[in-house]
């Protein structure tokens, strides 16, 4: 990791430059931006101006009327989203989103402030849309798209994790997450992505999942979950997959199946689905819950996961249950109704187990994990034994798509309350809806942005300091793929001796199972409290 | 645009406003164009131009239900939602946009981030909260007392208002009772001006358009301040200006003094500027998306009026390419 030593990186410099922002080309830093974008991702979902590109050259082989394909599309976004329309019009620079951005907190680059960020745009919309931009130029705030503002809206649109913290703030409600999202697609309309996105998004339209994995590659996965699983509970828990006739198709971020922290919790719901018996089958054409797509445009996001029901439909299920997911879940809770719906083609979705109505789920039928293991703990229907995660103390980081897009704040917590007897919270400013983002979330959880990433993370990981230092807590919990795959990274660097977990994976360790040999380890193999070798 | 020009751009425009008054009053007579004529136009562009800004956003479809959630959703039945700030009905998203638009509710959340060492911190900030609300109330019963120049007897709450505005009874230098909105308004303005210059963040972020109304309406409420206070105009003269306009039938009084004249100038600009402004967010704030709707898309299906299918990925050409793997792995196809 190239990335200056943490002393070093959180000197942090607030004061703007002397110029002006319009005055002030931005300098497109490497270790800030992701990589842009192979010919082949782009083709094969049949985005235009596919071609081979390169951030840091000068040329970036625009279509020669770039201008106009980009003008043409903010016209046409203007008037289908009274959002975007409404926000580049009465923003009044208050401030207050300023400093609540934690890519401004950890880096202090003024253009990453939100209120500057959707400047950058709203000064180009306000040159040839609004009558004062095109008659008084600068004095009214307005400026030409010119090459280098292009680069800026590019550089910046991929400096942003839509976690909508800022909205939070806003008296109006302005969402920099709705201006990045329309940017990101007038941007995909010249074919400018980033390859961190538009790989996966490529890999999920064909495989169904954004790592890439073919079906035989899952099969073999799970099979050495179920073999572990084996090896650490004495019990060989049953899985299926494309299985028709199921009650309940269950979709995760395919993450889970790659990344060695998501592997564990997806053997925690793994162990509890056996336990409970619930009859439930995994698909591989939609092995993946998460959506890149969400971060390119919104026909994307709703292409692939058109796929979700299609496939419901298809194996006659009753119901989805949906894993432990951020953007997965603002997709599920605030667009794939609306973009597929009516579900009429399946149930109202009730546990199996308790009899419980997920009453909030009625319409679009799909249930997260954690309301289903909420309502089952609150049930009593499974025996947990806290005790064996008495070697963590934890703490929870919600993520910023649940917390803010949907507002699941209670049941992760009534879940860890159960199967944890150590749990602290970090301060109220950086938790619930106030949540601070991971810093890689919306497709930046890359490798060559890692300045950007432990700048951004920064806000997150001086709150778990805090309640290390507190506390003593050393396990990070939460409920999201990329927060998995992110935080990790982010907790070596800034907070040493944190370890990052999925819910599931302490619910998987908590949870007694019927007829389990005598649990030594917990489900990374790790001694349990009391078991170490002496 | 750098700082020093958007500010002092910004000032010079509207001192160039008041002399355009006060020539047009004193050297030139033209008493009719800036009692009369200026202000019709002004309100007329106000009402036409608000009017058509509201239809243009109301006429922008509303594709998806994107509320910012600010607190528990509706969930498990034993689960406390907050319905203020995660609504799931309209009747909640109404409550919370009552919240907003009269108590600022999301500003009031507004803290300040500090960087001490390695170790950040967020204090509360509710300065902008204060002089937000202390502005935009004062301003309004301002506009309520102006009232008693339209409307003759002079109605009961508008008498109230008065009495309320000057309930600490303080008479300065012998002038009439001081109007507490007054001084709020010219403090709260002044704070929001002097937040703009002197913190470095907002001065980078401010433009002329965010300087023009502060100083616009600073100079508002000074010479209307200047008027009740220090120089006497002939109130009863204005009346009978104000009376007129109303009726529709408009006759210029003599002696009401060239102090009203640039009063009035400057707040027929403030009319004629509003809809064109940023100060359009007095309307725009009701039509908030991630506001103003109840966040309950899971349990009722939002409708996007522009909805049109797209190009999925079938199944059927998936396992068209994947067959043999899925045979080998043991998977179900559909097609041996």
Known sequence: MAVQKPEELSKIDYKPPKTSWMDTPAELRKDMFCWGNKEKSLKTVGFPNARAWSVADEDWKLPENWKEIFLEGLKERLSKYRSFQLFMD?????????????????????KNMPVLRAELLRSIYRNYFTTSGK????????????????????????????????????????????????????????????????????NCWRTGNHMGLLPHTLRDTVDSFQADLETITGVKVDYSFNRKGAEILFVNPSGEFFDPVGNITFMGYMLLFHEIGLDVTLSTYVSEGGNFGF???????????????AEAKRLK??????????????????YHNTWYGPVDFLKEPVSPITGTKFENAKSNKIVHICEFTADLIKHGKIKLDPSRNDNYKVTLHDSCNVSR????????????????????EMPPNTIRENTFCCGSGSGLNASENMELRMRGGLPRANAVNYVRDKFGVNTLANICQIDRAALQALMNYWAPDVVVRGVHELVGNALVLKGEKERTTDLRGEPLPGKEAK | MSFGLSLWLSFFAVAVLVLVALFGVEAAHLNY??????????????????????????ARPVPFRIPTTAGQGKSLPWIKQNKIDNPSTALGAFVRMIFEVLLFRSLFRNTR??????????????????????FHYSFLIILIRHLRLFIEPVPFLVKTVEKLDSFFQIHLLGAPLLYITNVALLAAVTYLLLRRVVIPTLRYISLPADYFPLFLILSIGITGALMRYFYKVNVVGIK?????????????????????????????????????????????????????????????????????????????????????????????????
Not at chain 1, 96 to 105: E, R, T, V, Y
Not at chain 2, 39 to 52: D, L, N, Q, S, T
Request: hydrophobic residues 45%; charged residues 20%; neutral net charge.
């Open chain 1, 295 to 309: 971060f390119t445009s919104n026909e994307m996001a709703k292409r692939l996961h058109s796929k979700v029901y």
């Open chain 1, 90 to 110: 009465i923003c009044v620079r208050c401030g207050a989103c300023a400093d609540k951005c934690h890519f401004f907190i950890g880096g202090g680059d003024p």
């Open chain 1, 405 to 424: 897009g949907m507002g699941m704040l209670e049941e992760p917590r009534d879940i860890i309350k159960s199967v944890c007897n150590n749990f602290y």
């Open chain 1, 317 to 334: 299920v009753k119901w989805i249950i949906g894993g432990e997911c951020g953007h997965m879940w603002r997709v599920w809770h605030q």
């Open chain 2, 240 to 336: 009978e200006l104000a009376m007129g306009l109303i009726n529709f039938s408009p006759k210029i009084p003599e002696g009401i003094g060239v102090l009203f004249y640039i009063h009035l100038f400057l707040v027929s600009t403030l009319f004629a500027y509003f809809p064109f402004s940023k100060l359009t967010h007095m309307v725009g704030v009701f039509l908030s998306p991630t506001r103003n709707l109840a966040n309950n898309n899971r349990a009722v299906r939002h409708v996007n009026p522009w909805n049109y299918p797209v190009k999925v990925h079938t199944y059927e050409e998936y396992e068209d390419e994947f067959r043999e793997f899925m045979k080998d792995a043991g998977i179900p196809v559909e097609k041996e």
């Open chain 1, 135 to 202: 008659m008084l130029g600068k004095v009214a705030g307005a400026r030409e798209l010119t090459y280098n503002v292009l680069k800026e809206l590019w550089y910046y649109a991929y400096q942003c994790t839509e976690c909508r913290r800022c909205s939070l703030f806003c008296p109006y409600g302005i969402d920099t997450a709705e201006v990045t999202i329309l940017v990101r697609e007038l941007l995909n309309l010249l074919g400018l992505n980033i390859e961190w996105i538009a790989g996966p998004v490529a």
């Open chain 2, 113 to 134: 981030t500090e960087l001490r060492g390695p170790i950040l911190s967020y204090a509360s900030a509710k300065w902008l909260w204060i002089a937000a609300l202390a």
């Open chain 2, 33 to 58: 164009l800036f009692g009369v004529i200026i202000p019709y136009a002004a309100f007329a562009i106000f009402i036409v131009g608000i009017i058509y800004r509201f239809l243009k956003w109301a």
